[in-house]
């Protein structure tokens, strides 16, 4: 039972989450409204929770990499960030790009997250990925997503 308790604490000293620490953990989530994710991730940021990323994160979702300290945040190599302009719904129900929304949703992601975006055109209608390698450059790894529930604290 030692050896187990043993193991167990060196993978979570390796994952970097204390045993005690709550962990986040998103892996499906195609975004929706902007102020929704802004109130979420708030309470995400004041929490002190551990965020892991190890699956998609798409549309407003993405705003986590502004709302928690880049220090919480980690990827797997499952990790799939998707990016693009904001919209509203115009007059005949299509789609309509919201430029006000969308360089507010810009200025919330770190430096390094906006530079990646500018050097692929930058938000626009199309969705743009980030992951693999280059995402890994920007956040540290994981390993350790078995505790995480899907976007919800472990239990404590």
């Known amino acids: 039972m030692k050896l187990v308790t043993g193991l167990l604490a060196a993978v979570l000293l390796l994952a970097g989450v204390g045993v005690s620490q709550a962990v986040v953990r998103i892996a499906d989530d195609r975004g929706g409204r902007i102020g929704t994710y802004v109130d979420k991730y708030q309470g ?9 990323i190890d699956g998609l994160c ?45 360089q507010m949703l810009y200025s919330m992601y770190p430096p390094p997250v906006r530079r990646w975006i500018a050097a692929r055109g930058g938000l626009t209608h199309r969705m743009l990925f980030l992951r693999g390698k280059q995402l890994q450059a920007m956040y540290r790894p994981c390993y350790l997503d078995a505790q995480a529930s899907s976007n919800k604290p472990a239990s404590r």
């Not at 995400?44 to 892991?52: A, H, N």
């Not at 986590?64 to 998707?82: E, K, Y």
């Open 58 to 102: 798409a549309s407003a979702c993405t705003i986590v990499l502004g709302a928690v300290p880049h220090d919480r945040i980690c990827v797997t190599s499952h990790a799939n960030l998707g990016f693009h302009a904001a919209w509203d719904f115009g007059a005949n129900g299509r789609a309509i790009t919201n430029p006000e929304a969308t």
């Open 44 to 52: 995400l940021r004041t929490s002190g929770e551990t965020v892991i």
